[in-house]
Structure formats: C-alpha cells, structure tokens
C-alpha cells in the first residue's frame, strides 16, 4: 500500500465514534428548539404557533431564495466552501510538484483545519455580541485575504499561513450563515434550509473543483487565487444591504 491508501484506511475508524456520539444526542435538537423554555427558562419561549407546528411540510423553497437573510447565507457560505475547496486541493498538489513532502503537505494542511475549527467557539461569541452580519463580513475579507498570499511566494510559512487564513474564513463564514438560518427560520424548517444551504456549497464546490484545474493549466496557481480572491468579496455587497439592529435580530422589508 502506497501512503495516501494507508491515511485513508485509518477514516472508517474515527468515523465509528462519530456514529455513537451522533446515536447518543437526546434530546433530539429540533425537540430543544421547539420547546426552548423548557431547557433554557420562560424568557428562551420558542414563538412557534400550533399552526406552524402542523404545516411543517409546507416548504416553500422560492419563499426561502427570496429571504434577503436566507440568501445572504447560502451565498456567503458557498462561495467560502466553494474556494476553500479549490484552493486547498491545487495548493496541495503544488506544494507536492515543487518538492514538498507528504510530512510539509500534511502540516500545512493541519494548520488549515486548526483555522477552521480551532476557533469556533470564539467566532460564535463574536457572532452573539457584533452580529451575524460583521462576522460574515471579517469572514469573506479573511477568506480573500488567504487566498491573495497563499500564491505570492513558494515559501512553506506563507502557504501555510495562507490556508490558516482561508480556514479562518471559513469558519467565520459558516458560523455566521448557520446562524442567520437558525434566526430566521420557525424551527420546523431549519433542517431543509440547513439542507439548502448545504447542497448549494456543494454545487459550488463540485463546480469550482473542475473549473480551477482547467484555468490552472492554462495559467498558474496564481491566477486561480487571484480570482478566488475577488469571488470572496462579492458575498459583501449582499451582506451589506442586511438590516441588523442587534444580533440575530434582521428587519426584513414587508
């Protein structure tokens, strides 16, 4: 067995743990979000009607699109997935071409998942006390920001600190968008918005993962991070055009 077969025989065991953890979730949390007094006291009372409660199969999905908030974070997140994904794949690749060993690659790789969750916590206080709205914002800028130096040099320290960053932006940008669904959405139905939010990224994603590979052959690693660059600041302009008095709270135009 080669070394890249080796890594990947190791993920069905840390995957069985996860399916025990995940098993012993109880209550179930769509059960905690309907009846959030219960768990958290009187002030947390969910405002979900009766009504609600019993149409929760009525899932409009233009309804959804058309949600500025709705929009804001299925855009922010994809994009953030989208090129995190590409940049992350082809750098890899490189770094292997230039004469990295799998040791270097692997490092650098680490030290993006440590942006990407190692902060979490963090972020998610951040978001409670700036608001969703700005920590999806420092997201995508972070985000560009990573993927303008990770090309500027061939210098192990930049690349990696490049990928921190993008992780980093990821991670804001996650937190913010899943909570933005979470603020907007009666409980009934965040689980198909989660869902909407989740194959849109991974369209994206699949989209920008064969597209970068062709520019690349026809330019440089360099050109990819620059246009995933300026793709990263776009989200801000939707994001921007949101109304949020206080965090979680967004004034939607009737």
């Not at 300026?230 to 921007?240: A, E, G, K, R, V």
């Amino acid at each position: 067995f080669d070394e890249l077969t080796k890594i990947w025989g190791f993920i069905p065991l840390f995957l069985l743990p996860v399916f025990l953890f995940v098993y012993l979730i109880k209550p179930d949390p769509i059960q905690i979000a309907k009846n959030l007094d219960k768990y958290w006291g009187e002030q947390y009372k969910t405002d979900l009607t009766d009504k609600q409660i019993s149409d929760s199969s009525k899932f409009d999905i233009k309804k959804i699109l058309s949600n500025k908030v709705n929009l804001s974070a299925f855009t922010g997140y994809s994009i953030a997935q989208s090129m995190m994904v590409m940049i992350m794949f082809l750098t890899s690749l490189i770094m292997l071409e230039r004469g990295y060993n799998y040791l270097q690659v692997s490092l650098t790789v680490a030290m993006h998942v440590v942006g990407m969750f190692a902060f979490s916590s963090l972020i998610g206080i951040l978001a409670d006390i700036i608001g969703r709205k700005y920590v999806s914002i420092i997201g995508m800028l972070t985000l560009a920001i990573g993927c303008f130096i990770t090309p500027l040099t061939a210098n192990f320290y930049i690349i990696t600190l490049g990928l921190f960053l993008i992780g980093l932006g990821w991670s804001s940008a996650n937190i913010a968008s899943t909570s933005m669904i979470a603020d907007i959405n009666p409980a009934n139905i965040r689980g198909r918005v989660t869902g909407v939010n989740d194959m849109l990224s991974g369209a994206f994603s699949v989209l920008f993962t064969l597209i970068g590979p062709i520019i690349a052959n026809y330019s440089s690693l360099a050109i990819i991070c620059y246009i995933a660059t300026i793709i990263s600041l776009s989200p801000i302009i939707l994001l921007l055009t949101l109304k949020e008095p206080k965090p979680g709270q967004f004034i939607l135009k009737k």
